[in-house]
């Protein structure tokens, strides 16, 4: 199954020069949303994996899914002040702007083994940023899933010494 077919190209947004990758259409297709799910998890299959953590917003959606299927917990990072509980923060560049990120403090415990989880790695700040958060409260940082990959932005160096696993690539 060739999923670049669900991904729409939308130029400049959200700003001008900027080609957004739309991930809607592979969510509207079963047969591909449960593909994309299978394909980022697969290369994790040998690995022990206790939570996931999930990016604001559309990690959630894959990292929710991947989650189920393991029968991993569910971390969500979440944008700055959305968070009930006390928070561990994080603030990090973005291909198009700032970014401050929170976790609750007390999703990670000691040792925990942890993969990853976004829709789309571009410059790989916001990944760096969530590997920071994991190791600052000791956890383990077990890799990196993208459904897409913008290989031209470098991402993968921002994240030299992690594994990186991306489905689709640009
Ligand atoms: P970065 O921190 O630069 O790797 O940016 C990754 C985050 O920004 C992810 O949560 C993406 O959803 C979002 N993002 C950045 N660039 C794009 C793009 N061209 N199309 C869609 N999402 C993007």
Redo the contacts with the bound molecule.
């Keep these: 199954m060739d999923l670049k077919e669900f991904i729409r190209d939308v130029p400049d947004f959200p700003v001008r020069g900027?080609?957004?990758?739309d991930i809607t259409p592979l969510l509207l297709n079963g047969e591909a949303f449960r593909f994309a799910i299978k394909s980022m998890l697969e290369p994790y299959k040998g690995e022990k994996v206790d939570k996931i953590l999930a990016?604001e917003a559309?990690?959630f959606i894959f990292g929710s899914a991947m989650a189920y299927e393991r029968r991993a917990g569910l971390i969500i990072a979440r944008k700055k002040g959305k968070l009930p509980w006390k928070t561990i923060s994080l603030s990090y560049s973005?291909?198009y702007g700032e970014e401050t990120i929170e976790i609750h403090q007390d999703s990670i415990v000691e040792g925990d083994r942890i993969l990853i989880v976004?829709?789309?790695?571009?410059?790989?700040?916001?990944?760096k940023a969530l590997a920071s958060l994991v190791e600052k409260m000791g956890g383990k940082v077990v890799g990196f899933s993208f459904l897409v990959e913008?290989t031209f932005l470098n991402?993968r160096k921002a994240l030299e010494g992690y594994r990186v696993e991306t489905t689709i690539k640009y």
């Design positions: 900027i080609i957004f990758k990016v559309r990690g973005l291909e976004d829709d789309l790695i571009a410059t790989g700040g916001t990944a913008l991402g």
